[in-house]
Nanobody
């Protein structure tokens, strides 16, 4: 089964940092652009960042720009999301997914993982 597996979530205080990982299972990560998404309680899932297959281009939504950094290591079949200066409003379940293009609609992303919970609270 082709799937992505997220890890690295947890409880962190406001202003703290976490690094999430997204590992590909059953397929080669380097063939795809990879996006990070999050879903907060009572809110719709939203995109927050994306990286092209060759790492040539990264995208950040305004809500995380300047605080989060996406990167990938195709040799390790892994995409990471470094999250700094975390805020309570960053609390959500974080997901990664693949697509043929970062500009794809969310519905065109697939191989969703189970997500990893990030909670920012004092």
């Amino acid at each position: 089964q082709e799937q992505l597996v997220e890890s690295g979530g947890g409880l962190v205080q406001p202003g703290g940092s976490l690094k999430l990982s997204c590992v590909a299972s059953g397929f080669t990560l380097e063939d795809y652009d990879i996006g990070w998404f999050r879903e907060a309680p009572g809110k719709e899932r939203e995109g927050i960042s994306c990286i092209t297959s060759d790492s040539g281009t990264t995208y950040y939504w305004d809500s995380v720009k300047g605080r989060f950094t996406i990167s990938r290591d195709n040799a390790r079949n892994t995409v990471s999301l470094q999250m700094n200066s975390l805020k309570p409003e960053d609390t959500a379940v974080y997901y990664c997914a693949r697509s043929r293009g970062c500009h794809s609609e969310m519905r065109e992303f697939d191989a969703w993982g189970q997500g990893t919970q990030v909670t920012v609270a004092s």
